[in-house]
T-cell receptor, first 113, second 117 residues
Framework: DAGVIQSPRHEVTEMGQEVTLRCKPI?????LFWYRQTMMRGLELLIY????????DSGMPEDRFSAKMPNASFSTLKIQPSEPRDSAVYFC???????????FGPGTRLTVT | AQSVTQPDIHITVSEGASLELRCNYS??????LFWYVQSPGQGLQLLLK??????LVQGIKGFEAEFKRSQSSFNLRKPSVHWSDAAEYFC???????????????FGAGTRLAVHP
């Protein structure tokens, strides 16, 4: 298996622009997680899905952030409009079952100038 | 509140030396505990996990960790460190537990390990 795939690996954008991060989970995994990693706050869970349905979005920082999972093999995390404080590494992870091992993608490094 | 503390931000050891990375957790019940490793520019890889049973758990790459309930700790150890072990290590607790699992991970701040030749 190719593992969790994230694109792009690096994104540089200007403040106010829309940013879309993409994730393809491991085939057959029913759970998908979006995390954000920053120096100040470490690794934080933003949202997770089960069978394409958002289950817990309490970690989403504000309304500028939205996440979707239109099918079992694709998810997006969108920031609109982006701000410099959104600069971070965003990880996607998937797991086969609830409570199972989470497999992480390589991350997307976002820089908002 | 559920939390994970990794007291050491940076640790430097010589190649071949033993290693212990500390992790303390705050959780109201028996926790599910994990150690992940992150190499530069990479995602996180699971080293080992504790759910129940034997409190000494073995993981990949020669790592082991011991769950000590009395100390609320889950320290990671390796008897002889290799240069390739240089990375960042994260301890995590599985939170919002229910029968048979958990539904979110809470991570510590991480410990960055440097290995001198």
């Amino acid at each position: 298996d190719a593992g969790v795939i994230q694109s792009p690996r690096h994104e540089v954008t200007e403040m106010g622009q829309e940013v879309t991060l993409r994730c393809k989970p491991i085939s057959g995994h029913d759970y998908l997680f979006w995390y954000r990693q920053t120096m100040m706050r470490g690794l934080e869970l933003l949202i997770y899905f089960n069978n394409n349905v958002p289950i817990d979005d309490s970690g989403m920082p504000e309304d500028r952030f939205s996440a979707k999972m239109p099918n079992a093999s694709f998810s997006t995390l969108k920031i609109q409009p982006s701000e410099p404080r959104d600069s971070a590494v965003y990880f996607c992870a998937s797991s086969l079952v609830q409570g199972g091992e989470q497999y992480f993608g390589p991350g997307t490094r976002l820089t908002v100038t | 509140a559920q939390s994970v503390t990794q007291p050491d931000i940076h640790i430097t050891v010589s190649e071949g030396a033993s290693l212990e990375l500390r992790c303390n957790y705050s959780y109201g019940a028996t926790p599910y505990l994990f150690w992940y490793v992150q190499s530069p520019g990479q995602g996180l890889q699971l080293l080992l996990k504790y759910f129940s049973g034997d409190t000494l758990v073995q993981g990949i790459k020669g790592f082991e960790a011991e769950f000590k309930r009395s100390q609320s700790s889950f320290n990671l150890r390796k008897p002889s460190v290799h240069w390739s072990d240089a990375a960042e290590y994260f301890c995590a607790v599985g939170a919002n537990r229910f029968s048979g699992g958990y539904n979110k991970l809470i991570f510590g701040a991480g410990t960055r390990l440097a290995v001198h030749p």
